[in-house]
């Protein structure tokens, strides 16, 4: 059976959504430069900018910058080179700091209509007021809720000049608080301003030192950007509300009605298993940490975890800039994460899904080139220079990839170690005493005659003779040992020892007892073969590689690899991508 062809756009949750409210699309991607994007964000990102390329309207990329104290600016160019390289273009670039005379004037207004009021309690007596700590208790108001209008006007604008420091005074959304029916916490009296310790902003300065929360901005920013579709995650459902009511309460938007201003709606997120996302817990990778053990003697030890990474790119996290530089292809993880599909239920996924994914679509696209990472150099004994030939050899031996490179052939050339064996076994059908190996693509296959090794035992030539006309069981790989290319490998494997390293102990610094010792393996003297040249000279000259720059190949029998971005000197790095099958062992 055929049907017309669908898409995550146009079905399911993201139709019913457009067919909600049948306007043009006007969308926005709204993540808090805090921090580096991860793997959920590509769905965010695809929700929003796919949505909107979708119905052909536009989508705003808004940091949504209102909290000095835990904003950088390499996180603001990060966002933006992350977003360009999944292939989206924001229609603007906006921040909420844009906005922040407009949402002050909007909160006087707000006390002006008696909605909003300067609240002096201590966050411990407010979260008595909203039921105490799990929200079951009465719920009451305080003084301060009653007060005249005029005097929360004064004390907002008090609060604006600096009379209050941090946690002394609050501006509080008059909403349901003392209405024991309203079960909904976001409707208990939400802060909609505070003062701010640390209160420099990286664009307005020194202007402000009171700063609106995330409920009092994140509707209004998106009525004054018109934004038709605010989509967010299922975590901000109980946030509906409250985002109408602030709209409703200042006449933009109309009770029960989508007919003026944005409309919220949310979504799944995307999480994925076997790694961690949680920027603290990364972030204690990246820098390392130092815990402290209270011991029953009431003694404090101490305990230093250095690094376990390199960095918030390094290849084994599953933060965007990591994914990228570890070599998957961005269309190709868009892809995956469309086709999981939008729901409004949570999406969980284990790594090696994704992984498959990026197998399926490397399988098709990139070229296959001979690399041999830990290198044995087998010499043919009788080989003559009747035998030295020249071969050319397509990119795809199944034709899928256009292009082919030359492929020297003498009588030596660089075989990986693990093909070879001193003693021949059952089942084992590469090269060992008494086996013939055809080498791939080379004229004639081999039979071993003899192999010597170096003082520390370690194979380190392997003397063979030709088989000419011979049937070989099986074929390995070479490299031509006089043209070959020496750079550097690296592998990455799980950073855990354990599948569910969210579950270790995190306070405490257990978790750094799971830490995998073998995530990288680094191949330092591997060899490929000089075709790779002219697959980064071909590479550079191609037109539509776009902000997606990186060389990317399968190593025959080993895996898919792509060129880091920062050789070591003059030599070449590779990142493996993804193994060819998938890993059963750790
Ligand atoms: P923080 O932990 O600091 O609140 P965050 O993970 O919520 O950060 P934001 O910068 O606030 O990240 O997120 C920007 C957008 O991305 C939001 O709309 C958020 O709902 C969405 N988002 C965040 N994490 C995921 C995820 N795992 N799956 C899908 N969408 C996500
Ligand atoms: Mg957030
Ligand atoms: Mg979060």
Known sequence: TTSAPTNVFSSGWLKRVYEEKKVPVRSRFPPEPNGFLHIGHAKAIAVNFGFAKFHNGICFLRYDDTNPEKEEEIYFSSIREIIEWLGFEPYKITYSSDHFDRLYELAEELIRRDKGYVCHCSREEINLQRGGPDNRGPRYACKHRDRPIEESLAEFRAMRDGKYKAGEAFLRMKQSLTDPNEGNPQMWDLPAYRVLEKNHHHRTGDKWRIYPTYDFTHCLCDAFEEISHSMCTTEFTQSRVSYDWLLEVLDMKI????????????????????????KRRIQMLVEGTTVEKKNNDGT??????????????????????????????????????????VTDSLTEIQTSRLESAI?????????????????????????????????????????????????????????????????????????????????????FAVRVTSFSKDFSGRVSEIRVAKAVGEKPKTYIHWVDTSSAVHIVARQYFSLFKTDSPNTLDWKSGGWADDLNPNSEVVFNNAVIEKGLEGLINSHSHNP???????VRFQALRTAYFCIDPEPEGDTIVLNQIVSLKEDKAK
Not at 418 to 436: C, I, V
């Open 359 to 443: 197998r399926r679509h490397l399988e098709r696209t990139v070229p296959r080139l001979s690399m041999v990472l830990d290198p044995v150099k087998l010499v043919i004994e009788d080989a003559t220079e009747d035998d030295e030939t020249e071969l050319t050899v397509p990119y795809d031996p199944k034709g899928m990839i256009p292009g082919e490179r030359k492929v020297k052939f003498t009588g030596e050339v660089y075989i990986d170690s693990s093909d070879f064996r001193e003693e021949a076994s059952e089942g084992f059908f590469r090269l060992a005493p008494g086996n013939t190996v055809g080498l791939l693509n080379a004229p």
């Open 544 to 550: 539509s590689r776009a902000s997606d720059d990186l």
């Open 255 to 278: 009770p029960n009605s989508e007919e003026k201003g944005p409309m919220q709606r949310e979504y799944g997120r995307l999480n994925v298993t076997g790694t961690i996302l949680s």
């Open 300 to 341: 404090i030890e101490k305990r230093v975890i250095p690094p376990s990474v390199r960095g918030w790119d390094d290849p084994r996290l599953y933060t965007l800039v990591a994914l990228r530089r570890r070599g998957i292809p961005a269309q190709a993880l868009l892809k995956f994460v469309e086709d999981l599909g």
